[in-house]
């Protein structure tokens, strides 16, 4: 099977790898160093590797490591993976341009394929190396800023150099198992050929037309299809066909996949310690591409038997940690808990919080809970990976505004991004006869339909909004009263920017919002509403002054409503704000009243 539309982002590289396989011989040294081909900076660079030896299992008998060192002191390990046969990969994405030497380590040290070998990577420019008449702009965010890290101050994620990443996730459980590259049965082409290739490339198309920079997923690891033996020897195949070819799109469309390894009752399933060695070889496969780990759906849901899930699922994650060579961002999908209950956090690997809120039986998470995360020590960014997914029947129907309110509130309560989902995809429904979830996707035909729920249009009005104000430095106030006196506490979600800029959110059953309060007294604001289903703008005061730091606000519109008030800057010519960059564009029209200074 092959996908040629989708394989530019690993097809090149593998080209480069494909140089490696000059020297055969296993003689002298200069028989074992390998010859030095060009690589692109942030991007997989493939090596291939031959055995020398037969082994009857290399998937669960053998272990290969290949370290590469490059500019300056930076050393970068890497886990090499089986692929059939007497095929070894490596893949590398070089961090720094300049030469990169590798040499490898097997656990076998008698298999002179596989122990000892050394070569060279150059990494270059790609706008130099690749004439392709791709410009920079259209190169995926990480190609031109790289992956993602934890920021400085600890509350959200950067690329590496930097650069503000705005997560706005999809979710979309098992999409290895489920989500097709050779079918698709939209309606809109019956018949006819999916222009996208099939349905996982028409959903990929879908969500990133909407502005989603994340892929939330994990594959089955009690999926026979991975296996040729259950849970100790690996079908290669299946991962070159399908899920390579995924992780591969993905990447070139210039998605983050925040990938875990498994369901949390795989462990009662799996021995541990084939799990582990499952989470290493997903690691050698995928560890070099644009992703960032959450461990396994509902790492620390409630115990069966006398299984400890979560300590199975922490071997993992340690596992994780030792064979990822990059430090990428590290959580573990939580359980509906709150933070005095939670029993994830110390761990050296766990370097942000992914909660599940839950769905439409938990109701909205509430402030307080928020605010506990927040609080922990130390630092770390605060995540909602699963709230209120869009029309899925689990403890209740969570309609359109369950799944825009979660969204908002969790926003401007602290956190970092939010994942969305939607009845269909988060779990895939083929067709209406899939019986799979049925519980969950009762409410939905199929996919399709799951795809097109006004909430993912919802999601893209969210995007726009943040983006155009200085969301990474909002700061969360909780109600408190030095900030505000809402009429309706918990339903009242305030963030501000000191005293420059107020974002308030309302979703509670008053149309008389309350009071705001510590603005500056001696400056000069504006208010506006901002329709969070539309993204349409409503003008209050574009001039007003606080008298003694407090200002009432005039009743609200219908529905649930975004509160906007900021600063008036007088040596402004204008009032717009700096498009967001080519990463994050808005698909769609600009705000008719915008947030600073044009060119800030």
């Known amino acids: 099977m092959t996908h040629p539309q989708l394989s ?35 991007q997989v660079a493939e090596i291939d590797l031959t055995s020398s030896r037969t082994d009857a299992n290399p998937y669960g008998e053998i272990d290969v490591t290949v370290t590469f060192t490059g500019p300056g002191v930076e050393s970068i390990a890497r886990p090499a993976f089986w692929d059939g046969g007497s ?55 990480h190609l031109r800023h790289g992956f993602l890290r934890v920021s400085d101050n600890r509350r959200h994620f950067v690329h590496a150099d930097g650069t503000p990443f705005f997560w706005l996730g999809d979710t979309h459980w098992q999409m290895p198992d489920t989500e097709r590259l050779d079918a698709c049965n939209h309606p809109e082409h019956a018949g006819q050929t999916c222009p996208h290739g099939g349905q996982f490339q028409h959903l990929v198309a879908d969500r990133r037309a909407k502005g989603f920079t994340v892929y939330q997923t994990y594959p089955s690891a009690t999926n026979p299809a991975w296996w040729t033996t259950p849970y100790t020897a690996i079908n290669p195949q299946r991962f070159r066909d399908v899920f390579d070819v995924q992780m591969n799109h993905l990447a070139e469309q210039g998605f983050v996949i925040a990938l875990g390894f498994g369901h949390f009752n795989n462990s009662t399933r799996i021995p541990v310690d084939d799990l582990r060695r499952w989470a290493r070889y997903l690691v050698a496969r995928y560890g070099a591409h644009p992703v960032v780990w959450i461990t396994c759906q509902e790492m620390n849901a409630p115990e069966d038997g006398d299984r400890n899930r979560i300590d199975v699922w922490r071997a993992v994650a340690e596992e994780i940690q030792r064979t990822d060579g990059y430090g990428r961002p590290h959580s573990g999908h939580q359980w509906v808990l709150d933070a005095r209950t939670r029993p994830l956090g110390s761990e050296s690997w766990h370097d942000w919080f992914a909660l599940q809120g839950g769905h439409r039986g938990s109701r909205l998470t509430p402030q307080a809970r928020y605010a506990e995360y927040l609080a922990f020590q130390p630092v770390r960014p605060v995540l909602e990976t699963e709230a209120m997914y869009e029309l899925v029947d689990c403890g209740g129907v969570a309609d359109t505004d369950d799944a825009r309110q979660s969204a908002w509130k969790a926003l401007l309560c602290g956190c970092a991004g939010y994942t969305y989902g939607a009845a269909g995809v988060w779990a895939l429904k083929w067709d209406p006869a899939d019986a799979r979830w049925t519980n969950y996707n009762h409410r939905i035909d199929g996919w399709y339909a799951g795809m097109d729920l006004p909430g993912s249009q919802q999601m893209m009005v969210l995007k726009r909004f943040f983006l155009d104000i200085p969301w990474h430095s909002l700061t969360p106030r909780f109600s408190d009263p030095a900030w505000a006196q809402f009429t309706d506490r918990e339903e009242s979600v305030l963030a501000t920017c000191g005293q420059d800029l107020f974002v308030a959110y309302f979703y509670g059953p008053s149309r008389s919002p309350g009071t705001l309060r510590n603005l500056d007294p001696s400056a000069s604001y504006r208010a506006d509403w901002f329709d969070p289903r539309t993204g349409a703008w409503t003008p209050i005061d574009d001039d007003f002054r606080a008298d003694n730091g407090q200002w009432a606000i005039p009743m609200r519109p219908d529905g649930d409503c975004v509160l906007v008030v900021r600063k008036q800057d007088r040596t402004a010519t204008t009032r717009t704000v700096v498009a967001p960059s080519d990463d994050y564009p808005r698909n769609g029209a600009s705000p008719t009243v915008l947030l600073g200074k044009e060119g800030d």
Do not use: I
């Open 87 to 141: 095929a070894w990969k490596v893949r590398f994405a070089p961090t720094a341009l300049g030469t990169w030497n590798w040499r490898t380590e097997c656990s076998d040290r008698t298999n002179e394929g596989l122990h000892g070998r050394s070569g060279r990577l150059d990494c270059v420019p790609k706008q130099v190396a690749e004439t392709s008449g791709v410009g920079r702009a259209k190169q995926p965010p």
């Open 8 to 42: 530019g982002y690993l097809t090149r590289a593998a080209l480069v790898g494909m140089a490696f396989l000059c020297g055969a011989a296993r003689g002298g040294e200069s028989d074992r160093t390998q010859a030095a081909p060009s690589a692109f900076r942030w």
